[in-house]
């Protein structure tokens, strides 16, 4: 085949379109989460939900393409028709940024139910140390809230070689 000025653009065009199509793609486990049309006023707060940190995976080194430098942590929720928000109270060695707002699993109201969180967290196999003081509060449909309960999310590292 002859190489003509169009047939250049045509296989530049095909060359990114291929490495665009490999690239990294997180999926969110996560929907913003909207109150009811009616909202219940109270001062009572419902109790505190129970969380806890299910798993935490580190960056490593490996194909940009298949995501290998993000960290991701997995938090499980009740299942339900629960918004939850996340204020970082306190961070040492982590870029992990919370969604704004209210949020709850993009299962529904399957159970179990989780929230996974990702940061870029370096495309090398040794990661530091990490720990992060969350604070979390629920809110139901009609917007009663609870009393917000703290979530510790620490990792030790990854010193030795995978």
């Given at each position: 085949?002859?190489?003509t000025p169009s047939n250049a653009v045509v296989a530049?065009?095909?060359v990114l379109g291929c490495n665009v199509a490999g690239a990294c793609s997180l999926v969110r486990s996560y929907v913003p989460f909207r109150l009811g049309p009616t909202i219940q006023y109270t001062e009572v707060l419902s109790p505190a939900p129970e969380l806890s940190v299910e798993q935490i995976r580190r960056g490593e080194a490996g194909e940009p393409s298949a995501c290998a430098n993000w960290g991701s942590v997995l938090i499980k929720v009740p299942a339900g028709d629960v918004?939850?928000?996340?204020?970082?109270?306190?961070?040492?060695?982590?870029?992990?940024?919370?969604?704004?707002?209210?949020?709850?699993?993009?299962?529904?109201?399957?159970?179990?139910?989780?929230?996974?969180f990702y940061w870029d967290d370096g495309a090398v196999d040794t990661q530091?140390?990490?720990?992060?003081?969350?604070?979390?509060?629920?809110?139901?449909?009609?917007?009663?809230?609870?009393?917000?309960?703290v979530v510790r999310i620490e990792h030790p590292g990854v010193r030795a070689v995978r």
């Amino acid at each position: 085949m002859k190489i003509t000025p169009s047939n250049a653009v045509v296989a530049s065009l095909a060359v990114l379109g291929c490495n665009v199509a490999g690239a990294c793609s997180l999926v969110r486990s996560y929907v913003p989460f909207r109150l009811g049309p009616t909202i219940q006023y109270t001062e009572v707060l419902s109790p505190a939900p129970e969380l806890s940190v299910e798993q935490i995976r580190r960056g490593e080194a490996g194909e940009p393409s298949a995501c290998a430098n993000w960290g991701s942590v997995l938090i499980k929720v009740p299942a339900g028709d629960v918004g939850y928000s996340f204020e970082l109270v306190e961070s040492r060695g982590s870029t992990i940024r919370f969604p704004t707002g209210f949020v709850r699993s993009s299962s529904g109201y399957a159970f179990p139910a989780s929230l996974r969180f990702y940061w870029d967290d370096g495309a090398v196999d040794t990661q530091e140390s990490f720990e992060l003081v969350v604070r979390v509060t629920a809110v139901s449909r009609d917007g009663v809230f609870s009393e917000p309960t703290v979530v510790r999310i620490e990792h030790p590292g990854v010193r030795a070689v995978r």
